[in-house]
């Protein structure tokens, strides 16, 4: 067990439904991040969260919606996805700006858009 | 724009032999990081580089760090086969203090054969 933990594990959606991602760290941390990580590219920061505020978006279509109440989840709230948007989502956490250990990262959500 | 680059993106190797990874980036930073991805799994994390000229040993890998270069190396002695996964290398720009928003390389994915 990783400290993060990342529901569900599977999602098959459809191009016209609603669905949420959700993260949960249980280390402490102050950051937390979601990152696309699709066949054949490079890992994609999308979101950043610094004590619940978000500090990034990496130019994410709107169709990705995250949420933050707390420093401690984290969710990614879905709607009329494209069938682009299949890939693993994986949530991460860290302690912040001066930490030096890195991210903590969950195992991830593999999404299929249909 | 940080960009980060890895050699090869595709490896196999022989148990028992030899071989480095090659970590390239683009502009300075003191941070990198090595993480470890099984198919289908999460990232998991291997090293923390903090300085130049830091050296990290753990088993049959070994990670190093130069700055000057923008260069980090993950070596390989004596391969086995528990050693196949995905290797990525992040660097942290450390642009502010909030979060730290890695720019991760595109991995190079091992594969060990008998």
């Known amino acids: 067990e990783t400290g993060v933990t990342q529901t569900p594990r599977h999602l098959v959606m459809g191009m016209t439904n609603k669905k949420s991602l959700k993260c949960e760290q249980h280390l402490g941390h102050n950051a937390m991040y979601w990152y696309k990580q699709s066949a054949k590219k490079p890992l994609e920061l999308m979101f950043v969260?610094?004590?619940?505020?978000?500090?990034e978006n990496n130019s994410v279509p709107s169709r990705f919606s995250p949420e933050c109440p707390n420093s401690s989840h984290l969710f990614l709230h879905l709607h009329t996805l494209q069938p682009e948007d299949s890939a693993l989502y994986l949530c991460?956490?860290?302690?912040?700006?001066?930490?030096?250990?890195?991210?903590?990262f969950g195992s991830g959500t593999r999404l299929t858009v249909v | 724009e940080l960009k980060v680059e890895q050699n090869p993106l595709f490896l196999s190797m022989q148990e028992g032999k030899n071989y480095t990874i090659y970590c390239n980036y683009s502009t300075t930073s003191d941070r990198l990081y090595w993480y470890r991805q099984d198919p289908g799994k999460s990232l998991e994390s291997l090293f923390v580089l903090l300085s130049n000229g830091a050296v990290k040993q753990e088993g049959r890998l070994m990670a190093s760090l130069d700055t000057k270069a923008r260069l980090s190396t993950l070596h390989i002695t004596a391969a086995v086969h528990d050693l196949s996964a995905t290797y990525f290398c992040?660097?942290?720009?450390?642009?502010?203090?909030?979060?730290?928003?890695?720019?991760f390389g595109p991995g190079t994915r091992l594969s060990v054969l008998p």
């Open positions: 992040a660097v942290d720009p450390r642009l502010n203090n909030y979060g730290q928003n890695f720019v």
């Open positions: 969260y610094n004590f619940k505020e978000q500090t």
């Open positions: 991460a956490s860290s302690q912040g700006g001066g930490d030096i250990y890195g991210y903590t």
